[in-house]
């Protein structure tokens, strides 16, 4: 035995004289041994606890082994049993250890089998505590995983509100803007803030459609934007988008990166409302296409184009916003010089580029 502990075998034996020489051969070894003589004291006893391994006789007066060894193995967390008999019948060795013995020894009177005993309880020993360990060890892992789901369906959870309250906060400062927009006088602050609210609307519905969507790492860039095309029907300039269209493919896109671009589609979309039409309303479309990962997103109108004048009132703010977010998004933004309106073409990744580490210089 490896282990400093006395270990106690359980005898269950009827042979008085056989368990005496059982009881010294095992205690030469380290071991403290216990008799009963029959199942039922043997089974009393188990209950009790404090056994870590049971040699069982196969003939005993009333219970006879195997009907012993099945009520252990019903008991919670039973000792191993190693089954002992004086038969050389192969079949009740099968039998038992079909039944959850652990191993099967063949006894003589003499006591010759004792050393044999010895090394099938050490084994059985270690056996029970190995499954003892991996046991502990899998509970260990099902809790600790329970654990992480746990705190993970929390973490979604929380998540979820963040972005739900951030999304109505957002949505209440559009809708401010609006009503201001909705009673300026002047129309240069009417655009001013027009303007604004759109930029505000391009972020509050990505907030809105993580609340609402199942996955909080990305959104599907297509329903995204004809949520925001809705919201800029809605808006003050509603009037002149009736015929704003949009053809996209579905694409999942990370939540940063979805704000990048909705706030570039909403910049030109305003500046083809503004400026495309001068005599009222007219088409616009946007179309959002690729293959994979790279995408291309185009904003058309058939407006009066690279004729129109510009205007001394444009601060020019709005082609910076559309250059900042394409530099964010790492895109490519031109204009399609065949068209006879306006055609904004914006190339991109569906994905962000990993940011390459800064090279060390390891000579001093």
Do not use: W
């Not at 060795?93 to 006591?111: E, F, I, R």
């Not at 209440?172 to 009503?179: E, K, W």
């Amino acid at each position: 035995m490896t282990s400093t502990a006395s270990p106690t075998l359980l005898y269950i034996d009827d042979d008085v004289g056989l368990a005496r020489l059982v009881e010294r051969g095992l205690k030469r070894q380290g071991y403290l041994v216990e008799h009963c003589g029959n199942g039922e004291a043997g089974i009393a006893r188990i209950e009790r606890g404090g056994i870590d391994v049971i040699a069982l006789d196969q003939y005993m007066p009333g219970m006879d082994g195997l009907e012993v060894l099945k009520l252990i193995q019903k008991l919670p967390a039973p000792p191993p049993v190693v089954f002992v008999t004086a038969s050389q019948d192969s079949k009740i060795a099968v039998t038992a250890l079909k039944a959850g013995a652990v191993d099967y020894l063949v006894k003589d009177t003499q006591g010759d089998f004792i050393p044999l005993l010895t090394v099938a309880c050490d084994t059985a020993i270690r056996q029970a505590a190995i499954m003892r360990a991996r046991d502990e060890a899998e509970a260990e892992v099902h809790a600790a995983r329970d654990r992480y789901a746990a705190l993970a369906a929390e973490r979604e959870m929380l998540l979820r509100e963040v972005n739900h309250r951030v999304g109505n906060s957002l949505q209440i400062i559009a809708s401010l803007l609006h009503l201001q927009a909705s009673s300026a006088r002047e129309n240069d602050v009417k655009v001013a803030l027009t303007n604004a609210m759109g930029r505000v609307a391009a972020v509050a519905q990505v907030h809105r459609r993580l609340y609402t969507s199942h996955d909080l790492k990305s959104v599907l860039l297509n329903q995204y934007l004809e949520a925001l095309l809705e919201d800029l029907r809605r808006s003050a300039e509603g009037n002149r988008m009736s015929r704003l269209t949009l053809k996209a493919k579905t694409v999942e896109i990370d939540p940063d990166r979805a704000v990048a671009i909705g706030i570039i589609v909403n910049e030109l979309v305003m500046n083809a409302v503004k400026y495309a039409y001068p005599d009222g309303a007219g088409p616009i479309h946007i179309e959002l296409d690729g293959h994979g990962d790279d995408l291309e997103l185009s904003i058309t109108d058939d407006g009066v184009g690279l004729n129109v004048k510009a205007d001394p009132r444009s601060t020019g703010m709005g082609q910076r916003i559309v250059s900042a977010m394409a530099n964010k998004l790492d895109a490519t933004v031109e204009r399609d010089p065949t068209h006879t309106g306006t055609r904004v073409i914006l190339r991109f990744s569906a994905v962000a580029k990993p940011v390459a580490k800064p090279q060390v210089n390891a000579a001093k």
